[in-house]
């Protein structure tokens, strides 16, 4: 299962009651995060899930509200103990801004591993199954998707009737070959076929692009910006290179998502719930985000193993 | 009179329904901000006197709880429309530091005036008169101290008496020399003795310093760390170089001021209220400081004109 919370829901700066949007995973006990903007800390500090196992953070751009917030993160997290490495992945140029925004928190007691794209990637943290997707903003963004993989089902029966000790299945459930007696079994004589994994999208701060639905193509959960809920605000949005409520849910429909997000608002979309119509007509699961938004997707028939 | 509002009343980082430590001040519509930790801008849009006219900053060292909110404070500034020059003041090293900590906001729309101080200094910013004085902390650490000036009385009787036309008065309590049909008249000639201005000191992160009394002597508003409240603390406070509710009331009393404001709160001391008996048993005029508790300090007989 994958734990998700959306941290906030805002854009620009932070507000009253309205963190800066950010995307916090949470598996077997580890954490990803996206964006961390001035604020990040305090939500995840009320959301309580805590800071120390946080093993990659990821950027979509250096605008500040996306950002500021990394110092006193990292202060945070190395004040929780942890002394592992930590991996954070952005746009080019990454490098040069975590060096500048770290200037008042040199002494941190882990490592950073700084990767920086050029291009779409994928990347592999412990089980976080990362891809990246270039975007089209005033400034070089990424979307992100975040995939857990699920082990095929193994088959008992097939298992059983070739005879391999049960105290070999384990390893042949992880992709080992084992040996017994003289024989030698692999995992293709006893797993099924693979099994579909929980897929979550995230992505702001963009106009439309081409790519985006085969991107977030079949995801549990698709987190997006809507920075205005009128669609009168088109010119604004194609001006500062954002997207509205139902150019966010169209993106959903054609990627076939199973449930849409908004987040990234406007200080001055006061009241998103007035616009939400904008998006359920195009896209009826979508929801409004707000700050610790959050839920738990399971992999399918989990419950029965 | 002058209005002041402690925004936030916490140390090392940010916590639900406690930002960090900071303090703003308004005289004639124009505002000084003293710190500026991750936060301080939502506090002080809670607040809601506004940004555009925030005049200085003072920082007084560059832990990061105290300065990691200047990138976002800027560009809220900037999108107030502000396009004066404003003024930061800190201790030596605050030009790299402001570098690097704007390294995601290039794009002010107004000056930054960066001045760096190597010992204790007097600045003059608009009608806030500033002094700074070397503190003892883990690293170059400064308290500063706001003094609002004021006018001596004008003395009307002479004036009269002398024959000064009504509309030169005004010049001449200003400062300034007129000359009216031949004769020359100095503000010595109507204005009375010196009055009493309106003075604030603010004072954190540090040991107790001994220069620290006569520096805050007869403030009317003394804001002063306390990190914590328990004496029995007092290794820990000496160690990461801090003071305890008790050390801040020992200096309110030496220095005769009128009223002390405890803050910057470990995150550890989640009831200041139960120490309050430590700094209020050596100086009564101590109150516990939270965010957005805020005064408005009036001239002496400033109704009566």
């Known amino acids: 299962m994958l734990d998700i919370a959306l941290l906030g829901c805002g854009g620009m700066m932070p507000m009253p009651g309205r963190f800066l949007t950010s995307l916090f995973l949470r598996h077997n006990g580890r954490f990803a995060l996206i964006d961390c903007g001035e604020g990040t800390q305090v939500s995840l500090r009320i959301l309580g899930w ?16 996306h950002i500021t917030g990394l110092p006193g993160l990292l202060l945070t997290i190395g004040n929780s103990g942890r002394d592992e490495p930590l991996v954070l992945i952005g746009p080019k140029g990454l490098g040069v801004v975590v060096s500048g925004l770290t200037v008042v928190s040199r002494e941190i007691p882990f490592e950073l591993k700084i990767i920086e794209m050029e291009e779409a990637t994928e990347f592999s943290i412990g089980d976080f199954m990362i891809k990246s997707l270039p975007l089209e903003h005033r400034t070089k963004c990424y979307a992100y998707s975040v995939t857990i993989n699920r082990l095929a089902k193994f088959d008992l029966e097939a298992a059983a009737k070739l005879g391999v000790p049960k105290q070999m299945w384990s390893y042949l459930q992880r992709g080992e070959e084992v040996s017994h007696e003289g024989r030698t079994y692999t995992p293709d004589m006893v797993m099924g076929q693979a099994r579909k994994g929980i897929k979550v999208a995230y992505c702001t701060d963009t106009r439309p692009v081409k790519s985006l639905p085969d991107f977030v193509r079949d995801a549990d959960l698709f987190v997006c910006e809507g920075i205005y809920g009128d669609n009168d605000k088109i010119d604004k949005a194609r001006e500062y290179k954002h997207m509205l409520f139902s150019e966010a849910a169209r993106i959903a429909k054609e990627g076939e998502v199973n449930e849409l997000w908004l987040t990234h608002y406007s200080p001055s979309l006061t009241k998103p719930e007035e616009f939400l119509y904008n998006a359920t007509d195009i896209f009826s699961k979508t929801f409004l985000g707000f700050d610790r938004k959050n839920t738990t997707i399971k992999f399918e028939q989990e419950d029965i193993l």
Chains 1, 2 share one sequence.
């Open 50 to 65: 805590g800071f120390k196992n946080i093993d990659v953070i990821m950027f979509t751009h250096f605008h500040a509200d």
